[in-house]
């Protein structure tokens, strides 16, 4: 088992920065890759980043590029997600995930994932 546990969350004004932790542990962390997901009231779970098993390859949503970072420190048994020029849309709890760690990369969909974070909200004020 490889238990995940986010944090970084609150209440923030639009244009503002958070950066979201994500901490791991049961398990070797650089052998899993990592996925940062988001749900908002009402809307299904949807992608957001992923991040390699060494950290040498990222990947994003559309709606998040150039605005969000993904980032590890493998040493640190923990995952980062930095968040920039938030917007309200961004509102969501944010869920932390990690694949089987035969898989090199991460995937942009929740089926991808074994282990899944309690979530932390980020709210945006307008």
């Known amino acids: 088992q490889v238990h995940l546990v986010e944090s970084g969350g609150g209440l923030v004004q639009a244009g503002g920065s958070l950066r979201l932790s994500c901490a791991a542990s049961g398990r070797t962390f650089s052998s899993n890759a990592m996925g940062w997901f988001r749900q908002a009231p009402g809307k299904e779970r949807a992608f957001v980043a992923t991040i390699n098993r060494s950290g040498s390859s990222t990947d994003y949503a559309d709606s998040v590029k150039g605005r969000i970072t993904i980032s590890r420190d493998n040493a640190k048994n923990t995952v980062y997600l930095q968040m920039n020029s938030l917007k309200p849309e961004d509102t969501a709890v944010y869920y932390c995930?990690?694949?089987?760690?035969?898989?090199?990369?991460?995937?942009?969909?929740?089926?991808?994932?074994?282990?899944w974070g309690q979530g932390t909200q980020v709210t945006v004020s307008s």
């Open positions: 995930a990690a694949r089987h760690q035969q898989y090199n990369f991460g995937s942009f969909y929740l089926s991808g994932y074994d282990y």
